[in-house]
Nanobody
Framework: QLQLVESGGGLVQPGGSLRLSCAASGFSLDYYAIGWFRQAPGKEREGVSCISSSGWRTNYADSVKGRFTISRDNAKNTVYLQMNSLKPEDTAVYYC??????????????WGKGTLVTVSS
C-alpha cells in the first residue's frame, strides 16, 4: 500500500537531458525529505540529491552539481530529478527514497524499486 514508484528512465545520448519522477501512493510526502540515489554497475549505491519536506533546502553530490536539479510538487505527491548534460558515468539505476526526518535524507525509510538510466552514444 505504501510505495514509491520511479519513472522516466531510459536511453539518452551524452549531453542530453532526462527527467525522473518519483510518485508516492498510500501516503503523503508532505512531511518527508526526498532523496535520489543511484547505483552504477559494479559500484556501491551513492546519494545523488536530497530535498527537504518544504523544498527550501536541497543538496547535491559533487558529481552532479550544476547539472541536476531536484524539485517537488506536494500537490501531486511527486518529486522530480531534472538531469542535464548527462555523462556516460551517470549510467545507473536511480532510486528515490522518503525520509521522515524531513530535513535530510540520512534516514530514509521508504524506497522505490528504481528506474534505469543509460547514457550512451
Amino acid at each position: 500500500q505504501l510505495q514509491l514508484v520511479e519513472s522516466g528512465g531510459g536511453l539518452v545520448q551524452p549531453g542530453g537531458s532526462l527527467r525522473l519522477s518519483c510518485a508516492a501512493s498510500g501516503f503523503s510526502l508532505d512531511y518527508y525529505a526526498i532523496g535520489w540515489f543511484r547505483q552504477a554497475p559494479g559500484k556501491e549505491r551513492e546519494g545523488v540529491s536530497c530535498i527537504s519536506s518544504s523544498g527550501w533546502r536541497t543538496n547535491y553530490a559533487d558529481s552532479v552539481k550544476g547539472r541536476f536539479t531536484i524539485s517537488r510538487d506536494n500537490a501531486k505527491n511527486t518529486v522530480y530529478l531534472q538531469m542535464n548534460s548527462l555523462k556516460p558515468e551517470d549510467t545507473a539505476v536511480y532510486y528515490c527514497a522518503a525520509d521522515p526526518y524531513g530535513s535530510s535524507c540520512e534516514t530514509s525509510t521508504y524506497w522505490g524499486k528504481g528506474t534505469l538510466v543509460t547514457v550512451s552514444s
